[in-house]
């Protein structure tokens, strides 16, 4: 216990969680706490995101425990920094792309029977078009 307050005293007070990151020393001045960007956020290894999230003394609990993910929502609430969702919000068919994929693929075999190398490459082209189309909807 007494090593316990001893460290608090040495690492100064906690503050609220409405303030800004800063932490008052016993002398009076206040040092400010680091402040990142979500960019440098998301670019950081756990190893360094724990270091990171340890420097916010008391505002941040269980440091240890968490996973990358957990780390840097807890770190980008603390920054005031909001968190991305999903940017991609498409009405595509995903059905009716799978739909047409299947149907492009028997006009494939249909044109690798014929050996219509011309019709085989569009087919194909138009084939990959529409998979890409469902990776960038995912």
């Known amino acids: 216990m007494a090593e316990e307050e001893e460290k608090k005293t040495k690492e100064g007070e906690e503050t609220p969680n409405n303030e800004t990151p800063e932490k008052s020393r016993d002398d009076g001045t206040k040092e400010d706490l680091p402040i990142f960007t979500g960019r440098e956020i998301d670019k950081m290894n756990v190893p360094k ?15 240890h425990g968490m996973d990358k993910a957990q780390l840097i929502l807890s770190l980008k609430q603390i920054n005031n920094i909001p968190t991305e969702k999903s940017l991609k919000t498409t009405n595509v068919d995903r059905k009716g792309i799978k739909d047409r994929i299947r149907s492009l693929r028997k006009e494939r075999d249909a044109a690798i029977d014929e050996k219509d190398r011309v019709k085989l490459k569009r087919i194909r082209k138009r084939a990959k078009a529409l998979r890409r189309t ?5």
């Open 134 to 138: 469902l990776v960038r909807t995912a």
């Open 49 to 63: 995101l724990k270091d990171t999230a340890l420097q916010y003394q008391g505002k941040i609990v269980g440091v």
